[in-house]
Structures are given as C-alpha cells and as structure tokens.
C-alpha cells in the first residue's frame, strides 16, 4: 500500500514562502499514469486543490495560487514538494499530499486513492 507523508514547518510568517516536501513509500512517483497533488483544508472550509506533479515530472496548478506556487520533485528520493510564496495568514490550513485527480477534474477528491495524514500550516507573525 502506498504511503504519504508530509512534513515542513508548522509555522509561517506573512509574506514568507511556505515549504513543504511529501515522501512517498511503497511506490514510485514516477509510475505511469499517476498525479501527485497538494491539497489544503482551511478552517471551516472545503478541500481546495493547489497544484499537481505529474508521473512525468509536468505540472498543473490552480488558477487562482499559479503566480505564487512551485510544484517540483526528487526522483532519487521519491519526494516531491511545495513552494508558496507570499503566504497571508488566512492560508493556515491542513495541508494534503495526495495521489489521483485527473487533468480536466482535480477537484473531484474521491477519485484520489492515497492521502498523507497532513500537516498543520499556521501563517502568523
């Protein structure tokens, strides 16, 4: 069973960029056909979809968050990451690592089979 881990500071500061890296185990990011996506949850509100790595290394991101977001991977260590820069504190948020989407509907979350815990993000001076 594939296995997603997130990890990266649990604390940003307004303005800064967020960093967060997803570690995947019992299975390659580089297996054909599959999508490897960020996803966050703030409070109160619903699953929003950020952005996506694809098994071929191309990416995909939310129109409102692609000015500011950096999906990349290491294939040596099976991990892919998250940049978002100029973070507001209203993007704390549990943020997801997750596989499945697909290109035309990434918003459609029961499609994705493997989900990390998540990790909580706080934006705050």
């Known amino acids: 069973q594939v296995q997603l881990q997130e990890s990266g500071p649990g604390l940003v500061k307004p303005s800064q960029t967020l960093s967060l890296t997803c570690t995947v185990s019992?299975?390659?990011?580089?297996?054909?056909?599959?999508?490897w996506n960020w996803i966050r949850q703030s409070p109160g509100m619903g699953l929003e979809w950020m952005g996506v790595i694809a098994y071929d290394g191309s990416t995909d991101y939310s129109p409102s968050l692609k000015s500011r977001t950096s999906i990349s991977r290491d294939t040596s260590k099976n991990q892919f990451s998250l940049q978002l820069s100029s973070v507001t504190p209203e993007e704390t948020a549990v943020y997801y690592c997750?596989?499945?989407?697909?290109?035309?509907?990434?918003?459609?979350?029961?499609?994705?089979?493997?989900w990390g815990q998540g990790t909580q993000v706080t934006v705050s001076s």
């Open positions: 019992r299975g390659s990011i580089t297996t054909s056909y599959y999508r």
């Open positions: 997750a596989r499945g989407g697909s290109y035309y509907y990434p918003n459609r979350f029961y499609e994705y089979d493997y």
